[in-house]
């Protein structure tokens, strides 16, 4: 059966010829996208290559900045060396013990006398205590001994008076018993005569017998007397003996305490002058030991310090530079540390002796001043000047060093082309003197540019250039 007319109209045409075809426009805005992407990719490189081809290749390099210590050389003779101390002193006991105490660090400051350190000291303590209770013991005795000798003395005194008044009285009893002896034998030839009565002469008798008894009176009290003072004066050389030993038994005492404090003294370890610490080699509980030697656990010192009021330059000065350095001539010392700070000094001493196997000289250089940057053992570079020289101190700067090569000549001027991203813009500089293949910039540049080393005679300030790297 034949289809109908209406639905062959109904039916999709699927035939190539049918599909509906796009626009040429389309086709374009791809390849457009496509391009435009391709440029922005590899725009830098093409323009790499661009440049390349068409800029001039120059080779920069750096400006060259030396510290004025190195390039110190040029002054005058100069040498290496190190901040040191002149006074300078390794703190030990004067004998070996242990640490007790330690009372400083690295960089305490300490005066003469102060206490750094103290060994194990129960020992001397215990003597010291020991000599002054004998000291002590001894000077009471003498004390007591002395009142004993003054009292004796007082006593020796008045027992002499007394021998002297009993002798006195002796004498007068002797006196009157001869009176009476020579009254008496008057009186008895009176009365054989006739003259007197026996009355008178018995009271002749009664008298002479009465000036016996206070005779032998006398007598007797001054043998007491005699006795008395003579058992006053052995006990006064008694005391004196006594008292001697114990004043001899208080200068030993007090023999005996000085050697004790003595010892006592040797367990402090104290500064020999003012100073700074600026080591500690020994902590508490350690041995320490003057005499410490490689094999020993002990330690040789509990710290050292210098005095910074003594800090100087050392040198070593080659032989070769020694006709250069003379006593009291002027130095300038730069530290390594402060290059741009140098100080002023002279020249304080010359070793009578070389080095040979260094062959150089040491020379000690007095700094003119002082300050806290100072540092034993800091590095230095020391150079010797003239008088001249020194007289023309002046406001330190950094040397500036570029290539000869760099330098372009216009008339009286100088110039260097300075390098600024991918161009050059030519710079005037003032010279200065010639080390070698450089020369020293005075001015014109501050030393963080980058110049052409060897320009082009065709090259032209402001032209854009390509840095050889």
């Given at each position: ?291 410490s030697q490689g094999g020993s656990n002990a330690r040789g010192s509990v710290a050292t310090m210098v005095d910074f009021a003594s800090l100087e330059a050392q040198a070593e000065v080659p032989e070769t530079s020694l006709a250069a350095v003379r006593l009291g001539a002027p130095a300038r010392i730069y530290l390594d540390a402060f290059p741009g700070a140098p100080y002023t000094g002279r020249i304080d001493r010359i070793w009578p002796a070389a080095d040979r196997q260094k062959a150089t000289v040491e020379v000690r250089v007095a700094f003119d001043q ?100």
């Open positions: 059966m034949s289809e109908t007319p209406d639905l062959h109209s109904l039916r999709i045409d699927r035939t190539p010829s049918a599909r509906k075809r796009p626009g040429p426009w389309r086709g374009r805005i791809v390849w457009l996208v496509v391009l435009v992407v391709a440029g922005w990719l590899f725009q830098r490189p093409v323009m790499n290559l661009v440049d390349r081809i068409r800029l001039v290749e120059v080779e920069v390099t750096s400006v060259v900045r030396r510290s004025p210590s190195q390039d110190a050389g040029s002054e005058g003779a100069a040498a290496n060396g190190y901040v040191v101390a002149r006074k300078r002193a390794a703190l030990s006991a004067d004998r070996p013990g242990r640490l007790v105490e330690v009372n400083v660090v690295e960089g305490s400051r300490v005066k003469e006398g102060d206490v750094v350190a103290r060994i194990d000291h129960e020992e001397q303590d215990a003597a010291v205590g020991r000599s002054r209770a004998d000291l002590e013991v001894a000077r009471r005795g003498a004390e007591r001994v002395a009142a004993t000798t003054a009292r004796a003395l007082a006593d020796e005194g008045r027992l002499s008076a007394s021998v002297e008044s009993t002798a006195a009285q002796l004498d007068e009893a002797q006196a009157q018993l001869d009176f009476a002896r020579e009254a008496e034998v008057r009186y008895e030839e009176l009365l054989r005569q006739g003259i007197v009565q026996v009355e008178r002469r018995d009271e002749a008798v009664r008298d002479r017998r009465a000036a016996e008894a206070r005779t032998q009176s006398a007598v007797a009290l001054l043998a007491s007397a005699r006795s008395t003072l003579e058992v006053a004066l052995a006990d006064i050389e008694v005391a004196r003996r006594t008292q001697a030993e114990f004043e001899a038994r208080a200068h030993s005492s007090e023999s005996e305490l000085t050697q004790a404090l003595a010892a006592l003294e040797k367990t402090f370890v104290r500064a020999p002058f003012d100073g700074v610490v600026v080591s500690k080699e020994a902590e508490v509980g350690e041995v320490v030991s003057p005499n002082l300050d806290e940057r100072l540092r034993p053992q800091m590095g230095c570079r020391v150079v010797f000047l003239s008088e001249g020289a020194a007289a023309q101190d002046g406001p330190v700067k950094l040397v500036l060093l570029v290539p000869a090569t760099a330098l372009i000549k216009q008339g009286q001027a100088n110039s260097v082309f300075v390098v600024e991203r991918d161009r050059v813009r030519l710079q005037e500089v003032g010279l200065g003197a010639t080390r070698g293949n450089r020369v020293i910039i005075e001015s014109g540049l501050t030393g963080e540019e980058e110049i052409v080393v060897t320009p082009p005679l065709e090259m032209e300030d402001g032209q854009r250039v390509r840095v050889a790297r």
